[in-house]
């Protein structure tokens, strides 16, 4: 049988797998566009690119600090920052051109050769890390600290380059025809190629694509073999492949985004779908599902600062007759099986905003808000007469016998009344009820409740 998991596992794989072979087929059968075009929409593009970056980078950040034992985070945060930042080094170098020349061109060729360079060897080390993470390798955090070492490089490295502090002897571009040179257009390409194919190969087989968050690092990868093609495809930087490059980073960066804030908002709702279950076990009895005793009593105290002459408050105790004699005639299991009966019972035979609770082991109270002596005394009376009425067969042999139950009754309006003497008086009409013969319900005296608040 396929669980839930699983199958969600293989509708993961076969979306990246469709989405590949699309995107392929879309962009090498396309054709060719000869037109050569300025550096002027770049700006725009890397300032988006970036700050996309910048954003995954932080939530990768966030993500690690909930989960600290993820170490393969760490470098994934660290390429996105990374390469946001290298971005926004080579606007820096386009602005600080004041025509687009040759050289502003090999620049940022140069400053994107750096940013992938950065960015492949830290997804091999992320994965890595995730293949090796439950081992605990003692060399965990000297990778950690050297993915550092190779954001700062590399990083320096590009700051020093675009300040004409340093020189490197990289010319990746033809500075007449702004043709690709090799070996970048051979070789290099075919190198990176492999290299983001066996990130695929490794993605793919170390984590199935089980979460949104494996997904979208698979797009990323994706992105960046489709770049590289794209790159291939054209022959010169000023050609349309550049934009084209550029346009498939920008629409994987925003893929990463969208999945990224899917996978946050599941977590949130799975959290809160958590946080609700615990609530809710908290405050409800495990076997009948009614309130507890905590909560009734809680609940109680809250109505009670809300009550007026126009908005009584009543509570109902009740009790089964002779309980004992079930668990001891027909055993402790089929006393249960009454005991959650007579919950749905009650449960039913209530209005919509009364609290129906299990405060001790056969013994129930009801809360009615806004209720009144004889109306709370006709919803004790039709449970009465509910419950005496059940037969073996009415109840699938629930009820092993005949059962009956006591009640007893206290209606305030009183706001200053506190909530253990509303439930004293209740407990003791219940226990009139069962010295008067049980199987009745008896309203706590008026006068009674005058005298004990004398």
């Known amino acids: 049988m396929i669980t839930s998991l699983q199958k969600k596992h293989k509708n993961n794989i076969t979306f990246f797998s469709l989405l590949s072979l699309g995107a392929f087929l879309l962009l090498w059968f396309a054709p060719l566009n000869s037109s050569h075009y300025k550096l002027s929409l770049y700006p725009v593009i890397a300032t988006f690119t970036g700050a996309l970056h910048i954003q995954i980078g932080s939530f990768m950040i966030m993500n690690y600090l909930s989960y600290r034992k993820n170490k393969h985070l760490l ?60 081992s605990r390798q003692k060399y965990h955090n ?13 990083l320096t490295v590009a700051i020093f380059y ?14 007449t025809t702004f043709e690709w040179l090799h070996p970048w257009h051979g070789l290099f390409i075919f190198v990176f190629i492999s290299l983001w194919v066996g990130i695929v190969f490794f ?26 093609t794209t790159l291939f495809k054209y022959s010169h930087m000023n050609s349309a492949g550049w934009y084209l490059a550029r346009g498939v980073e920008c ?6 985004m969208t999945v990224l804030m899917s996978d946050i908002f599941h977590r949130f709702k799975a959290s809160r779908q958590a946080y609700e279950l615990s609530y809710e ?20 105290s809250n109505e009670i600062k809300n009550l007026t002459p126009q908005k009584p408050l009543s509570i109902i105790f009740c009790d089964i007759d002779h309980f004992k004699s079930v ?37 129930f109270a009801i809360l009615l808000p806004d209720c009144h002596t004889q109306r709370a005394q006709n919803i004790a009376e039709r449970i009465r007469k509910q419950v005496e009425k059940a037969t ?31 439930a004293d008086w209740a407990d003791r009409a219940l226990y009139m009820a069962k010295n008067q013969g049980r199987n009745q319900t008896v309203v706590f005296p008026k006068a009674l409740m005058s005298q004990d608040t004398v």
């Open 162 to 175: 675009s300040i004409n502090a340093v020189s490197l002897p990289l010319q990746l571009i033809n500075p």
């Open 327 to 363: 668990n001891d005639t027909w055993g402790h299991l089929q006393g249960d099986r009454v005991i959650i009966k007579l919950a749905e019972l009650m449960v039913s035979l209530v209005r919509e905003l009364d609290i129906v609770a299990r405060i001790g082991g056969e013994e």
């Open 203 to 228: 993605i793919l087989s170390l984590t199935k694509l089980k979460n949104q968050f494996w997904l979208s690092m698979s797009l990323v990868a994706l992105s960046n073999i489709l770049i590289f």
């Open 75 to 134: 470098p994934l945060a660290c390429a996105f920052h990374s390469s946001g930042i290298l971005l926004f080094i080579a606007l820096y170098v386009y602005f600080s051109h004041s025509v687009e020349t040759s050289l502003v061109f090999n620049d940022i060729a140069t400053l994107h050769a750096i940013r992938i360079t950065l960015t492949t060897g830290l997804f091999i080390v992320a994965l890595y890390l995730y293949k090796k993470e439950k």
């Open 392 to 422: 073996p067969a009415s109840t699938n042999g629930d009820f092993p016998r005949t059962i009956t139950v006591s009640l007893g009754i206290v209606s305030s309006v009183d706001c200053t009344m506190a909530a253990e003497q509303l």
């Open 142 to 154: 000297v990778i950690v600290y050297s993915v550092f070492l190779w954001c700062i490089l590399h």
């Open 251 to 256: 629409l994987g960066s925003m893929a990463v």
């Open 281 to 300: 076990n908290s405050v409800r009895d495990p076997m009948t599902r009614l309130f507890n005793r905590g909560y009734f009593y809680n609940s109680l």
